[in-house]
């Protein structure tokens, strides 16, 4: 049986507020431009392995359209990409991309960010376990 790793299911959403607020209480963070992010390496065993929340906020962005547009393209680029974690398939990862820049930027640019901020991510996890 092949494994479509081109998915974005449901379980891999963050989505519990107890969760989220352990990411943003706990979590460590670092900044790649137009992104914050933050991680959590978790030691829940109920949920997945990897679960990504996405932010875009309404200070910068005022239309919902303009939101829905920016997470859209988000969420397309890190389906694409998060291939690139499959390195750590047994890390319990909590995650957030927070989108802090107030243009809409490309589905181009925010692919090419997005990607490496999941290569940073890699090696970070990578020093945290050694």
């Known amino acids: 049986m092949q494994v479509n790793r081109f998915t974005f299911r449901k379980n891999e ?7 989220i607020r352990e990411l943003f209480d706990e979590g460590s963070s ?3 431009y ?18 990504l929340l996405i932010s875009v906020s309404k200070k910068h962005h005022k239309k919902a359209v303009d939101r829905n547009l920016l997470k859209r ?8 990409n998060k291939h690139i974690l499959d390195i750590y398939p047994d890390k319990n990862i909590f995650f ?8 809409l ?4 640019k925010i692919e090419s960010k997005l990607k490496q ?9 990578g020093t945290e376990m050694a």
């Open 13 to 19: 959403r963050l989505c519990r507020k107890k969760y």
């Open 30 to 32: 670092f900044f790649l």
């Open 34 to 51: 137009p992104f914050k992010i933050l991680y959590l390496i978790h030691t829940h065993t109920d949920v997945s392995n990897r679960q």
């Open 73 to 80: 393209r988000i969420r397309e680029a890190y389906r694409i």
């Open 96 to 103: 957030a991309y927070i989108y802090i820049d107030s243009e």
């Open 105 to 108: 930027l490309p589905f181009k």
């Open 117 to 125: 901020a999941l290569i940073r991510l890699k090696d970070i996890l």
